[in-house]
């Protein structure tokens, strides 16, 4: 029985986890973050992808760049 403690991953890591885990559970963000995955876009061009005001997607690209999941430029 002791063996089963050994393929756990640490505190630590499992927290992270489902904080990334928790972040891409919203349809919305986990869209987002598969559109950017293909092309790096403005968010005019993500909110007709996803079908979205520009302020709701500025909004949720603003989560992800808070949780260091994608970066922000201005051009």
Do not use: I, Y
């Given at each position: 029985m002791e063996n089963l403690n050994c393929n756990l991953l640490?505190?630590?890591?499992?927290?992270?986890?489902?904080?990334?885990?928790?972040?891409l559970g919203d349809p919305t963000r986990l869209s987002i973050v598969n559109i950017?995955?293909?092309?790096?876009?403005s968010v005019g061009e993500i909110s007709r992808k996803v079908g979205?005001?520009?302020s709701a997607v500025s909004h949720q690209l603003r989560v992800l760049n808070l949780?260091?999941?994608v970066k922000h430029r201005r051009d």
């Open positions: 640490d505190p630590c890591v499992n927290k992270s986890l489902a904080g990334l885990f928790k972040l950017l995955l293909k092309n790096e876009l979205m005001s520009e949780s260091n999941v």
